[in-house]
């Protein structure tokens, strides 16, 4: 699985357009709505051709089934996990727009999800850790991250994919009951009507320094 899982990446990074969506919603009790997508749409040249090949750098890349029978046993089992329910998963291999959402009914929850079902699903990992403290929230004050993509042991970029790199994005975006009082990194913005806070950075931005991608969003504790 770790070799499928650097074939994979290395296909995302290497992408002319690479647009990710990573989208929370929090209701007032701590429980919400989360939705990752990842969009490739408009790479299917390039990764049709990559999916065609048998190996990169000596490493064998995936078949799309591979692909698909990897990301159903992701699946079922963050469906079994404690407070997480609703798991939907929607996989275009047309386009390659990959689609994950889930409810659940804490953070703690939702990290414990997310920590047990990709390492079950990839087992073959052995000792390698992976942080997955990547976001914490004690009812008003709300610590978000990205996961540090160093300790995935990503192929390095080269200078020619990087340029491809810094045309796509990478979008957070978290929503609230309450009103956000403020936020502490200087690149999100809030929304009109005060209830929401996006953050966009270019990939090439975010796989050569995830922290720029970290916000700390304080909210309004009184219901209104």
């Known amino acids: 699985m770790k070799k499928h899982l650097s074939i994979i990446l290395l296909c995302l990074i290497t992408t002319s357009c690479l647009e990710i969506l990573d989208d929370i919603t929090f209701n007032i009790d701590g429980s919400g709505t989360f939705k990752y997508t990842v969009n490739l ?3 299917q040249v390039k990764l ?13 890349v995936p ?15 963050l469906s079994t996990q404690e407070g997480i329910s609703n798991v939907y998963i929607d996989t275009n291999y047309q386009q390659f727009i990959f689609k994950i959402q889930c409810d659940f009914s804490n953070v703690m929850n939702l990290q414990r999800g997310f920590e047990l ?15 997955y403290d990547w976001i914490t929230w004690d009812g008003t004050v709300m610590v ?19 340029e491809l790199l810094k045309k796509g994005y990478y979008t957070s975006i978290t929503r609230f009951e309450n009103r956000v009082n403020y936020f502490e ?7 009109k009507n005060e209830r929401a806070v996006m953050l ?10 995830h922290k720029v991608m970290d916000n700390i969003i304080h909210v309004d504790s009184t219901t209104n």
């Open 41 to 43: 749409s408009s790479s």
């Open 200 to 209: 966009r950075k270019s990939a090439f931005e975010v796989f050569n320094d």
């Open 117 to 131: 079902s990709l390492k079950e699903t990839m087992s073959k990992l052995e000792n390698e850790e992976i942080a």
């Open 48 to 60: 049709n051709s990559i999916l065609a090949l048998d190996s990169i750098d000596g490493k064998k």
């Open 63 to 77: 078949s799309v089934n591979e692909i698909q029978e990897k990301i159903e046993v992701f699946a079922a089992l």
């Open 185 to 191: 990194n200087p690149a999100a913005k809030l929304s």
């Open 144 to 162: 978000r991250k990205v996961p540090d993509l160093d300790n995935w042991s990503l192929p390095s970029i080269k200078t020619e994919d990087s």
